[in-house]
């Protein structure tokens, strides 16, 4: 056994790194301030890692790369940049009591196989656990875990039920099947609500507010509802996400403000997105990214720091009965590799202020109104003639409205509601930047 005790590694690119080595005793080291990770561990087996204390470092505390059969226990891991304990392409690996507070990112991330997570504690910060398969997510053991002084709520394979209401510090579902989150509240975590190859799902009447890389992380599911649900102040990936190839998704009456997302939906195939109140956040209000098929509906999509809703990739969506206002850039954005939309019965008012109009579009495939009703989108400051919309596409609106169409919501900001949503924007900004000289 080698041992590697009672060390200080600062201001290095990783700290303590070990590169194929095996039955080391690593315990009692401080690893701060690095550029990279506190401990770097790679192609290693069994170490033990006990009562190191990592913090301030640029990536993560104690990253582990295709390692098999360590221990990680009792560490203090606190104020990374990224993550408490990360841990990919490995397998057979023990993260136990260690103590994980304020990281970035996650406290403990892992993208590997047959690992046990059992008693870690985590404050203002939480887990990640992501894998490609139910057979994967059954190798776990996890267990004893708690964020923020309450239970990791980590279920897998749960049928037909509904989760009691204020139990959990944070919820992780994978391969769940008919489940209802109902009631809930989760703040200051990783990410409040993460469901990993799921279908009939239900999140209804839940507040997910303030934490570090998100509110709702949806990936590969199917049939997801959400309804009724506040996000706001949520960094990094914002409001709603989804990843992988959901299909099926509804969300309905979600309030998402002052994320860095709003809502932003990659790779989902026919969804909906209806009377959702989405603004004041700092990256976009909304974005759909490889989408195909969607109903975007009735929502109020308002004053975003940057576009009200970005186009990326999004084919064949309807785009309607929307109020976009006070956005600080275009309205709606939407790249030459977006075909088939339809964006009509829009309600344009306030956004890109200063240009010379308030969309773009960059593909020449989508319809800016609707032909066989000679009736377009309401735009304020439309004075005669087509409406032009900015981009290589050459898009108009042939039959712009002279009036509000019914049915649209029109989102009246006061003074008073006007500086409580831009100082947030502003708080976010600065939070951002700070961040990223740290």
């Known amino acids: 056994v080698n041992y590697i005790e009672n060390k200080l590694y600062s201001n290095t690119e990783h700290g303590l790194h070990l590169e194929s080595s095996d039955s080391c005793n690593i315990t009692e080291n401080l690893c701060y301030s690095n550029t990279r990770d506190g401990i770097y561990l790679s192609n290693s087996l069994l170490n033990s890692l006990t009562h190191n204390e990592c913090y301030l470092n640029n990536y993560n505390g104690i990253y582990v790369l295709s390692g098999s059969f360590n221990t990680l226990e009792n560490n203090y891991l606190h104020n990374n940049n990224r993550d408490g304990i990360k841990i990919t392409s490995s397998t057979s690996n023990t993260i136990a009591n260690n103590t994980l507070y304020n990281n970035d990112w996650y406290g403990i991330s892992n993208y590997a196989t047959s690992t046990s997570i059992l008693d870690n504690n985590a404050t203002k910060d939480g887990f990640g656990i992501f894998l490609s398969s139910q057979g994967a997510y059954d190798g776990l053991s996890v267990g004893g875990n708690t ?21 959990y510090g944070q919820l992780i579902l994978a391969f769940c099947n008919g489940t209802t989150v109902k009631d809930e509240t989760i703040a200051d975590t990783s990410i409040a609500l993460i469901m990993v190859g799921c279908e009939n799902i239900t999140v209804d009447n839940c507040n997910f507010d303030n934490n570090n890389f998100g509110s709702i992380r949806l990936v590969n599911s199917m049939k ?19 990843t992988g190839t959901p299909t099926n998704t509804s969300i309905y009456n979600v309030t998402a403000n002052n994320n860095q997302f709003g809502i932003f939906l990659m790779g989902a195939t026919v969804f909906n997105v209806s009377h959702c109140t989405v603004m004041s956040n700092f990256w976009y209000n909304t ?7 969607g109903n975007i509906r009735y929502n109020v999509i ?9 186009l990326y990739g999004c084919d064949y969506t309807n785009i309607s009965y929307n109020c976009f206002e006070d956005n600080l850039g275009y309205a709606i954005y939407s790249d030459d590799d977006s075909w088939y939309n339809w964006i009509h019965h829009n309600a344009f008012i306030s956004n890109n202020l200063g240009g010379t109009s308030q969309a773009f579009d960059d593909s020449l495939f989508n319809m800016w109104d609707d032909p066989w009703n000679m009736e377009g989108n309401y735009w304020d400051d439309w004075v005669s003639g087509n409406y032009t919309i900015d981009g290589i596409g050459q898009a108009n609106d042939s039959y712009p409205l002279g009036d509000v169409p019914p049915g649209v919501i029109i989102y009246e900001f006061n003074q008073f509601s006007l500086l409580i949503f831009l100082l947030p924007v502003v708080f976010v900004s600065m939070v951002i930047i700070r961040k990223r000289k740290r």
């Open 147 to 167: 964020v923020n002084g309450k239970p990791l709520g980590y279920i897998n394979g749960l049928g037909e039920a509904t989760l009691a209401p204020n139990v």
């Open 224 to 242: 997801t509802t959400i309804q009724n649900t506040k996000c706001s102040y949520n960094e990094e990936y914002g409001g709603i996400y989804s």
């Open 287 to 293: 974005r759909f990214q490889g989408c195909v098929a």
């Open 302 to 310: 308002t004053n975003s720091a940057a576009v009200g809703m970005l």
